[in-house]
Structure formats: C-alpha cells, structure tokens
C-alpha cells in the first residue's frame, strides 16, 4: 500500500524535489540580498498581466471544449455545459503537470466527460480533436515564426540550436503522422511494423502484434476525430484561430516576465518566437511538468535577453507564474470540485 501510494504521488514528489535542486543551483553562489534588491524593483502591472493572460489561456481552452461537446453531443449551449467544460480543462490541467508527458490529463477527463452522461466514444473524439487542434496549431504557429524570424534563430549556436532543432523535429514529425492518418494510413502502419521489429530485436518490446493492434486501433480512433473536423471547414477554421490566439497569449506571459524588469532591448514577437521553439523542445521530455528541461532551455534561448544579475530571478518568475501557479491553482480547484461533489453524493 505505502509502495502504491508512492507510485501514485510520485509526479507531486519529483516536482517538489527539482524545485529544491533548481533553487539551489541557482541561488548557491548568488547574493540573496542582490535577489530581494530585483525582486522589490519589479513592476507589479506586469506580473498581473502574465498571470491573467494564464487565466484567459484557461478560458479559450474551456471555451473550445464547449464548442467541441456541443458538436459532438446533444449538450446544449449553456452555463451547465461551460461549467463542465471548464472542469474537464482545470482537473485536466492538474493531472497533465504532475504527470510525465502530461499522460494523465486525458483519461481523468475523459472520466469528468462519462461521468456527465458523454459517451466514452463521444468524449475521445471530443478529448483526440482538441488534441489534433493544439498540436497542428501549435507546429504551424512555431514553424510560421521560424519562417519570419529566422535571422534571430540563426544566431543562435551549441545547446540552443539543439532545442530550436530538436523542437521543429520533434513537432514535424508527429504532424507528419497526423497527415499520414489523415490521408494515408497504410503507410503509417508500415512505418510503425517495421519501427516494433526494430524495438523487437533490441529486446525493447516483447509482442510486436499486440503493439500494431493496439496501433491500428489508436490510428483509427484518430482518424474518426479528423474526419470529424473535415466536414465542417469553418468551424475548424474557427477552432484554430482561437488556438493560435492561445498559443500567442500563452507565450507572450514571458514577454510581460521580461517587461516587469523594465527591459526594452527585445519586442513581443521574438520573445514570443522564442518560447514556442522551448515550448516544443520541452513538450516531449518525459518528466512531470518538463521539470529541468523547461529551466536548461529558458537559459539557453531566454536567458541572454536578461542582465547576469536577474537571469535566475527572470527564470524562476517565468517558472512560478507558467508552472508552479498553474499546478497550484488547478490543484485547488480539482481538490474543491471535487469535495463538492462527494458532499452532494453524501447529502443524497
């Protein structure tokens, strides 16, 4: 039981952990008046709009899991059926942070969706459509910034142009599945036998089979979500213009991070450009929260637009405003919805 619960807590226990190890790394040779010096010099406005462009990154993702659930169900357009959508987006938030690769977002969603009379066939198409979306949306997004800012990115050398590269690899390739599911799946599954025979004879997996089966089926599932999307243009088109309008408030938090220091060097879109190219290096990095990644990469692409003396302070107000004040206040509201309901289940 004691092993269980470990195994259950570990995402919680190993975000704590490298938020110990990073602090101390940091700050090991810094002054810590120098610290409480930049900190008392920040400009309040600022940090109130990083952290509210946070809360209106939650509301576009509410908003189009209810547009999403209104397409794929009989639930009506209502305040009940926003409600859920914003549980399904802040319980959903809270399980991906403390999980590695964000793994347990989608099937406690999925369970907030059953649990409100959704079909488990209706909530994956609506949960895999918001995930084609997001990373579609995201790998144009990146790659038409890479396009218009490609002088600042050739600038960059050793570790940064490893996660600028590893980024728009990483990300090209699964929108290349996506198209490969799209339009042609037979080549996918091809790719994959002979990339399981591969995994086979190195001892990787043990049942190649049972892998394309399990492939064949998730390909499938995919398939119907995108032949959903294809049927009605515009409101795909209108579910990805508010992508790209996330996407940018999103990472524009950093530019506000960056202001509140009353530096003016660099504008809105480079930083902007910036960290999407973090966002996608990190996104595949197997820790709960992209723990290490996440700083390493902010340093080696962000870092150089902040003086030495405030880099560490600059990197933990991004961190706790984009990370630790996300997983904070998703947990408090996963811990209140759900305290609600068990009272409600009680009192009946």
């Known amino acids: 039981m004691n092993f269980k619960k470990l195994k259950k807590n570990f995402g919680l226990i190993f975000i704590v952990l490298s938020a110990i190890i990073t602090l101390f790394i940091l700050f090991k040779n810094n002054d810590l008046i120098n610290l409480i010096k930049v900190v008392t010099k920040i400009n309040i406005k600022y940090i109130i709009i990083a952290v509210f462009n946070i809360f209106i990154f939650w509301f576009l993702e509410a908003g189009m899991i209810y547009e999403l659930i209104a397409k794929f169900t009989n639930h009506k357009r209502n ?4 409600w859920l959508s914003l549980k399904v987006t802040m319980i959903g938030q809270y399980y991906s942070n403390i999980t590695p690769l964000a793994t ?6 999925l369970y907030i969706l059953n649990d409100d ?11 895999i459509s918001k995930f084609l979306l997001f990373q579609i949306g995201v790998t144009i997004y990146t790659f038409f910034l890479a396009v218009c800012k490609m002088k600042l990115l050739t600038n960059y050398y050793g570790g940064a142009s490893v ?5 728009l690899t990483l990300n090209m390739i699964m929108l290349s599945a996506i198209l ?7 080549i996918l599954l091809k790719i994959c036998k002979a990339l399981f025979n591969l995994l086979y004879r190195i001892h990787l997996i043990k049942d190649v089979k049972k892998m394309m089966y399990k492939t064949e089926n998730f390909i499938l599932e995919y398939k119907e979500s995108i032949g959903k999307l294809k049927e009605n243009h515009w409101f795909t088109i209108k579910m990805f213009a508010i992508t790209f309008i996330q ?6 938090t950093t530019f506000f991070i960056y202001k509140s220091f009353s530096l003016n060097k660099s504008n809105i879109l480079d930083i902007i450009c910036l960290q999407s190219f973090l966002y996608m290096a990190v996104s595949f990095v197997p820790t709960p929260g992209t723990a290490g ?3 390493v990469g902010f340093i080696l692409l962000l870092g150089h637009l902040f003086p030495t003396s405030i880099m560490s302070a600059a990197m933990l107000l991004w961190r706790g405003i984009s990370y630790y004040f996300s997983l904070l206040f998703s947990g408090i509201f996963s811990f209140a919805v759900t305290t609600l309901k068990k009272r409600k289940a009680f009192s009946s």
Do not use: H, K, M, R
Request: proline share 2%; no cysteine.
């Open 293 to 295: 990644a996440s700083e």
């Open 104 to 109: 347990g977002g989608q099937p406690v969603q």
């Open 79 to 82: 305040l009940e059926t926003f």
């Open 117 to 127: 009379d959704i079909s488990l066939s209706n909530g994956t198409a609506i949960l």
């Open 163 to 167: 996660f600028i590269i590893t980024g």
């Open 180 to 186: 490969l599911i799209a339009f042609n799946q037979q």
């Open 247 to 252: 996407l940018t408030v999103f990472f524009s």
